[in-house]
């Protein structure tokens, strides 16, 4: 895990006030970045890179979407 992850998770739960933002659960949450954890090195502690979403729905956004070359426009899309 790299240096400052931990907090990125932590304050992207806290802005979110620990609630998915698609469907509005509270429990089994995850952090989901915006923009590829793995291809935006420079964004990967930015706290607006981040959104909280429970387990399914993360489940579903990248089923839907994959897990490369993920945007803030399908996020967008999928928070509709």
Known sequence: I???YNT??????ERDNYTCRKCG?????????????SEKESLRTDIN???TLCVE???KFHKQYGNKN???EQIDMFLK
């Open 2 to 4: 790299i240096d400052g």
């Open 8 to 13: 990125w998770k932590r304050e992207v739960l």
């Open 25 to 37: 659960a509270k429990e089994y949450l995850a952090t989901h970045h915006i923009e590829n954890y």
């Open 49 to 51: 890179n981040g959104v």
């Open 57 to 59: 729905c993360h489940k």
């Open 70 to 72: 993920n945007n803030k």
